[in-house]
């Protein structure tokens, strides 16, 4: 795939063609997908807002200009999302939310962070270590989170997590840098040597 | 050419970008020749590695395969008011008649978006948010909201997400919007009605997708049953997603974090508690009066007490232990207006019950008192889709003066 296929396609899609944004879901759910379960460790939350992101990106296919990387467009559209969902969701009052979760309960939030196929004390270690890393990356400022989420997606650069959070490539370098401080500091049982 | 060198902050500041290669050449050597020179700062950068190697571990999260499915659903959903828009777009330069025409089209046309998230209850003892429904009210639920039933309940629930519901006594479950239930304790039957999109059971751990089929989910305090009974539902743990056919169940042990299955269901008896009749017994001085009621979701066939032959036996344990069979006449009530099914068997609905009076006078039973629990058992040549097994009461207490 190429920075050309995808505006090809997106330009059929501004059309209305139904393939070509096929093709663009098959191409990005994935990462997709990725981006937001990082964001908030629910799987089945995760998927809702992969689904959201490519109606919107559907029904303003009209507003389309070809000028820029596809991908930044698209993680711009999923980024937004992501921040006003967040915000109804901080205010919605629900038993069972992400807020009102307690660390470590078996809610199913953070079951999707284990690698299948390994022995019983290979899940468990799994296990606490998916829950360390979701609570690692719950407890940085949105800011920080959203540029270091990012940076863990397949080739994206700087210089697009710049553009689809609106700020200098400079302000990306130093917020990711101090993610992973923050982040080093969090998880830093799992970082000594020979773990 | 290694460009200014680099102090510490600057160094660890550009690690980052140095292990991703987007520093450009000279800062990357600068960044090298600071690294060469600092014991702190390559510490640092190992750090920095283990820390991408751990992120790497995580697995990586398979989507749904119906995620296009349920999209393409949602834009042909969508679809007519595109062409709501394009429709009016196009005339609306014309006069008279015509688009008068094409907005009363337009008028009629179905709303776009779902009607709002409502319950109709259908049966059942139910609180909303812990306060009690009455029968047959309609509600409007906010996500979030919880249902509870204190005895077992039926609800329908109307959000353009065709689901019906029967919740075992008990069970909490939580609405969560978008397609989403949480069940929180209890045991549910849920119908599915066939439509675009997953519906998703969420458990204390995992979850279920369900897109058009009739299934059993209980969730316990160690673990978690999923059985289907028509159609297919998967139940998906972390990146495990176990498709699981009709007759078959899955267990998730809530502990561990494991699946197992899928298994034949039949074992767990769960047709038993979806489908047969629940009996009850009440008794006074005068008459004995047996209950048997579908309580459940399906439709349930029995055999009929034949009122052409209305002699029944009753087994009584009295003072002197149990006595003979004793022949008795009854007569028999079928709640509602409608009449039995068939000559030898009879069709209750969801709801309906099927009394048996005895009246005691006729059977001549001494002063004492007795413990009686009626029994019944079907017999003969029983129509194919009878109901087969065998009903026990409660045991009431009976004292005759």
């Known amino acids: 795939m190429t920075v050309d296929d995808d505006r090809e396609l997106m330009v059929r899609v501004r059309g209305g063609d139904l393939a070509a944004f096929e093709a663009l879901y098959a191409r990005y759910r994935r990462p997709l997908l990725h981006f937001f379960h990082r964001l908030c460790w629910d799987r089945s939350f995760a998927e809702d807002l992969v689904q959201d992101t490519f109606f919107r990106l559907w029904k303003g296919r009209r507003r389309y200009r070809p000028t820029g990387k596809f991908t930044t467009y698209l993680f711009q559209i999923a980024k937004n999302h992501w921040l006003n969902e967040r915000e109804k969701k901080a205010r919605r009052i629900s038993p069972l939310s992400l807020e009102a979760s307690g660390r470590g309960e078996s809610n199913g939030l953070r079951d999707t962070v284990r690698a299948p196929g390994r022995g019983p004390v ?57 993610a992973e401080k923050a982040l080093r500091g969090l998880l830093a049982p799992y970082l000594t040597p020979g773990e | 050419m290694t460009g200014n060198p680099m102090t510490c902050e600057e160094c660890r500041e550009n690690l980052e970008a140095a292990r991703r290669g987007e520093l450009p050449p000279s800062r990357a050597s600068a960044l090298e020749a600071h690294l060469a020179a600092c014991p702190a700062c390559r510490r640092e950068r190992e750090r920095n590695e283990r820390l991408a190697a751990l992120l790497r571990s995580l697995p990586e999260l398979s989507p749904s395969p119906d995620g296009w499915p349920r999209l393409a659903a949602r834009i042909a959903r969508e679809a007519p008011g595109d062409r709501r828009r394009s429709l009016l777009r196009v005339t609306a330069p014309a006069l008279g008649l015509a688009t008068a025409a094409v907005l009363a089209v337009f008028l009629l046309l179905p709303p776009a978006s779902p009607p709002p998230p409502a319950i ?31 005895s077992l309940a039926r609800a329908e629930i109307e959000s353009g997400r065709r689901l019906e519901l029967t919740l075992d006594r008990g069970a909490r479950l939580v609405l969560e919007g978008r397609g989403r239930i949480r069940l929180a304790a209890g045991r549910i039957l849920a119908r599915v009605r066939p439509g675009p999109g997953a519906m998703r059971f969420l458990l204390p751990r995992g979850e279920v997708e369900v ?3 009739l299934l059993v989910v209980e969730a316990g305090s160690r673990r978690a049953r999923v059985a289907v009974l028509r159609g297919e539902a998967a139940v998906v743990l972390g990146s495990h997603r176990l498709p699981v056919p009709a007759g078959r169940g899955v267990t998730v042990d809530l502990e561990g974090g494991a699946m197992t299955g899928p298994v034949p269901v039949d074992p767990w008896r769960i047709r038993d508690w979806c489908s047969s009749p629940a009996a009850s017994l009440r008794a006074d001085s005068s008459r004995i009066t ?15 007490f034949d009122p052409a032959d209305a ?14 069979p004793v022949k008795v006449q009854g007569r028999m009530v079928v709640s509602g207006a409608r009449e039995p099914g068939g000559p030898a068997w009879i069709r209750l609905l969801p709801g309906e019950a099927y009394r048996l009076t005895i009246d005691l006078g006729r059977v001549g039973l001494p002063p004492g008192t007795y413990r009686v629990r009626a029994v019944y058992r079907p017999y003969g040549d029983l129509p194919e889709q009878a109901w087969r097994g065998v009903l026990r009461s409660e045991p009431v207490t009976l004292t005759l003066r």
């Open chain 1, 122 to 178: 290979g899940r468990a270690l799994d296990r606490e270590l998916g829950e360390k890393i979701a609570a690692a990356t719950e407890a940085l400022s949105e800011k920080l989170r959203l540029v270091f989420v990012l940076g863990q997606i397949d080739g994206m650069r700087y210089a697009d997590i710049a553009e689809i959070l609106e700020i200098p490539v400079g302000t990306v370098k130093s917020r990711m840098a101090h």
């Open chain 2, 120 to 150: 109709l209850l259908a049966a059942g003892d139910l609180t909303a948010g812990g306060l009690p429904v009455s029968p047959g009210a309609r509600l409007t639920l906010r996500d979030g909201a919880e249902l509870a039933a204190r």
């Open chain 2, 311 to 324: 002699d029944y036996f009753l087994r009584i344990e009295g003072p002197e232990g149990t006595l003979e």
């Open chain 2, 211 to 213: 897109t058009g089929t």
């Open chain 2, 290 to 304: 047996l209950t048997l009621a579908n309580d459940k979701v399906a439709p349930l066939t029995l055999l009929r």
